[in-house]
T-cell receptor, first 110, second 115 residues
Framework: DQQVKQNSPSLSVQEGRISILNCDYTNSMFDYFLWYKKYPAEGPTFLISISSIKDKNEDGRFTVFLNKSAKHLSLHIVPSQPGDSAVYFCAASGWEKLVFGQGTRLTINP | NAGVTQTPKFQVLKTGQSMTLQCAQDMNHNSMYWYRQDPGMGLRLIYYSASEGTTDKGEVPNGYNVSRLNKREFSLRLESAAPSQTSVYFC??????????????FGDGTRLSIL
């Protein structure tokens, strides 16, 4: 039973345009959501997070939106840069653990 | 500034062999975690340690054991390796686990193949 789902395994975006990565969750008890970025042969690195009491959080080019009624969050990257090419994982925090989605591979094309 | 260090980076085992994956963090974090990453599955929690002296099962603990040796080190042991345990293993740590939203910091992973 996948509690956190990223339904798009891959996404291709032109450099300079907006990248939108989506994530759905099923458990309304999750109270904190995070996005991680992963390059090949490296561990995931924390990117940005949002508390369930907010609906938006910005950090430079990265913005995370949370729609609690739809149990949906999204990560917007604008403008997209070649260095953003990586696998992005969303994660939901509840109790003592993080639950990860399957990941979306983002490719930024020149 | 090492962060989370995992050893080894690569390992090939035969079915039935045993192995211990090592993890150490230098950030004075209280909580440590072991995950496995498989294609299309994301990261799944194997075991975690909320604080020194405690360990708890995660989502996929079968076939594994862990030891929280001290605050810095958290090892993962495969007693009798099986091909289904072929995966990339990640260790992570966070300042606090229970009731906290501190981001986890990950090591670079151990790529393990079981033949």
């Amino acid at each position: 039973d996948q509690q956190v789902k990223q339904n798009s395994p891959s996404l291709s975006v032109q450099e300079g345009r907006i990248s939108i990565l989506n994530c759905d969750y099923t458990n309304s008890m999750f109270d904190y959501f995070l996005w991680y970025k992963k390059y090949p042969a490296e561990g995931p690195t924390f990117l940005i997070s949002i508390s369930s009491i907010k609906d938006k959080n910005e950090d430079g080019r990265f913005t995370v939106f949370l729609n609690k009624s739809a149990k949906h969050l999204s990560l917007h990257i604008v403008p997209s840069q070649p260095g953003d090419s990586a696998v992005y994982f969303c994660a939901a925090s509840g109790w003592e653990k993080l639950v990860f989605g399957q990941g979306t591979r983002l490719t930024i094309n020149p | 500034n090492a962060g989370v260090t995992q050893t080894p980076k690569f390992q090939v085992l035969k079915t039935g062999q045993s192995m211990t994956l090592q993890c150490a963090q230098d950030m004075n974090h209280n909580s440590m975690y072991w995950y496995r990453q498989d294609p299309g599955m994301g990261l799944r929690l194997i075991y975690y340690s909320a604080s020194e002296g405690t360990t708890d099962k995660g989502e996929v603990p079968n076939g594994y054991n862990v030891s929280r040796l001290n605050k810095r080190e958290f090892s993962l042991r495969l007693e009798s390796a099986a091909p289904s345990q072929t995966s990339v293993y990640f260790c992570a740590s966070s300042l606090q686990g229970k009731g906290s939203n501190q981001p986890q910091h990950f090591g670079d992973g151990t790529r393990l193949s079981i033949l």
